[in-house]
Protein backbone atom coordinates (compact mmCIF):
# COMPACT_ATOMS: atom_id res chain seq x y z
CA UNK A 1 0.00 0.00 0.00
CA UNK A 2 1.55 3.43 -0.75
CA UNK A 3 0.70 6.39 0.54
CA UNK A 4 -1.04 9.22 -1.47
CA UNK A 5 -3.58 12.06 -0.89
CA UNK A 6 -6.46 9.58 -2.01
CA UNK A 7 -4.99 7.16 1.16
CA UNK A 8 -5.40 9.76 4.03
CA UNK A 9 -1.85 10.25 4.32
CA UNK A 10 -0.11 13.49 4.43
CA UNK A 11 0.79 14.58 0.47
CA UNK A 12 4.62 14.33 -0.16
CA UNK A 13 5.75 17.57 0.38
CA UNK A 14 7.97 19.48 -3.04
CA UNK A 15 11.44 18.75 -2.80
CA UNK A 16 11.77 16.39 0.08
CA UNK A 17 10.92 19.10 2.45
CA UNK A 18 8.36 19.64 5.38
CA UNK A 19 5.91 22.07 5.08
CA UNK A 20 5.93 24.62 7.61
CA UNK A 21 3.90 25.24 10.22
CA UNK A 22 2.64 28.85 9.45
CA UNK A 23 3.08 30.75 5.98
CA UNK A 24 6.55 32.93 5.70
CA UNK A 25 5.81 36.30 7.55
CA UNK A 26 3.29 35.44 9.86
CA UNK A 27 5.80 34.85 12.66
CA UNK A 28 7.37 38.22 11.51
CA UNK A 29 3.37 39.34 11.78
CA UNK A 30 3.06 37.95 15.18
CA UNK A 31 6.10 39.40 16.68
CA UNK A 32 4.94 42.47 15.40
CA UNK A 33 1.67 42.82 17.22
CA UNK A 34 2.99 40.95 19.97
CA UNK A 35 6.03 43.71 20.92
CA UNK A 36 3.37 46.96 20.22
CA UNK A 37 0.72 45.75 22.46
CA UNK A 38 3.39 45.24 24.99
CA UNK A 39 4.80 48.19 24.11
CA UNK A 40 1.32 50.59 24.43
CA UNK A 41 0.48 48.42 27.60
CA UNK A 42 3.66 49.75 29.22
CA UNK A 43 3.16 53.23 27.98
CA UNK A 44 0.10 53.48 28.91
CA UNK A 45 0.20 51.86 32.83
CA UNK A 46 3.40 54.25 33.07
CA UNK A 47 1.28 57.18 32.04
CA UNK A 48 -1.63 56.37 34.12
CA UNK A 49 0.80 55.66 37.26
CA UNK A 50 2.49 59.12 36.65
CA UNK A 51 0.54 60.92 34.86
CA UNK A 52 3.27 62.40 32.67
CA UNK A 53 5.79 60.10 30.92
CA UNK A 54 9.32 62.08 31.31
CA UNK A 55 11.93 61.42 28.77
CA UNK A 56 14.00 60.75 31.40
CA UNK A 57 12.53 57.23 32.00
CA UNK A 58 13.60 55.89 28.83
CA UNK A 59 16.89 57.76 28.16
CA UNK A 60 19.35 59.64 30.33
CA UNK A 61 20.50 62.44 28.55
CA UNK A 62 24.16 62.22 29.93
CA UNK A 63 24.88 58.74 29.66
CA UNK A 64 22.56 57.68 26.38
CA UNK A 65 25.77 56.94 24.38
CA UNK A 66 27.17 54.05 27.01
CA UNK A 67 23.90 52.72 26.69
CA UNK A 68 23.89 53.06 22.94
CA UNK A 69 27.62 51.74 22.67
CA UNK A 70 26.67 48.59 24.89
CA UNK A 71 23.64 47.76 22.85
CA UNK A 72 25.48 47.96 19.61
CA UNK A 73 28.59 46.14 20.88
CA UNK A 74 26.45 43.19 22.75
CA UNK A 75 24.44 42.90 19.46
CA UNK A 76 27.59 42.80 16.99
CA UNK A 77 29.14 39.75 19.92
CA UNK A 78 25.96 37.81 19.11
CA UNK A 79 26.28 38.33 15.78
CA UNK A 80 30.02 37.47 15.62
CA UNK A 81 28.93 34.39 18.12
CA UNK A 82 26.01 32.94 15.74
CA UNK A 83 28.06 33.16 12.28
CA UNK A 84 30.90 31.41 14.25
CA UNK A 85 28.42 28.68 15.53
CA UNK A 86 26.91 28.57 11.96
CA UNK A 87 30.16 27.62 10.43
CA UNK A 88 30.98 25.03 12.59
CA UNK A 89 27.58 23.34 13.62
CA UNK A 90 25.43 21.93 11.66
CA UNK A 91 22.84 22.29 14.08
CA UNK A 92 23.47 26.11 13.95
CA UNK A 93 22.49 25.70 10.61
CA UNK A 94 19.77 23.37 10.67
CA UNK A 95 18.31 25.99 13.11
CA UNK A 96 19.13 28.97 10.96
CA UNK A 97 17.34 27.21 7.99
CA UNK A 98 14.04 26.52 10.03
CA UNK A 99 13.65 30.05 11.44
CA UNK A 100 14.18 31.01 7.55
CA UNK A 101 11.42 28.90 6.66
CA UNK A 102 9.24 30.17 9.32
CA UNK A 103 10.18 33.71 9.46
CA UNK A 104 10.19 34.02 5.40
CA UNK A 105 12.74 36.57 4.38
CA UNK A 106 13.29 39.75 6.17
CA UNK A 107 14.52 42.90 4.67
CA UNK A 108 16.95 44.97 6.89
CA UNK A 109 14.27 47.62 7.38
CA UNK A 110 12.21 44.89 8.84
CA UNK A 111 14.88 43.44 11.24
CA UNK A 112 16.28 46.96 12.44
CA UNK A 113 12.27 47.49 13.42
CA UNK A 114 11.57 44.51 15.09
CA UNK A 115 14.35 44.88 17.09
CA UNK A 116 13.99 48.49 17.42
CA UNK A 117 9.75 47.63 18.67
CA UNK A 118 10.75 44.28 20.76
CA UNK A 119 13.56 46.97 22.70
CA UNK A 120 11.05 49.65 23.62
CA UNK A 121 8.77 47.34 24.48
Known amino acids: MTDSPAGGGDPPSAGGH ?3 LLPPGSLY ?6 YLVLAVAGVLWIGFALDDIPLGLFIDLETWWIDLAIGIGGGLVLLALWIGARQVFVGARNL ?17 GL ?3 SGFA
Open 18 to 20: EQP
Open 29 to 34: RSAWIF
Open 96 to 112: EEALAGVLGTLTVDEAI
Open 115 to 117: ALV
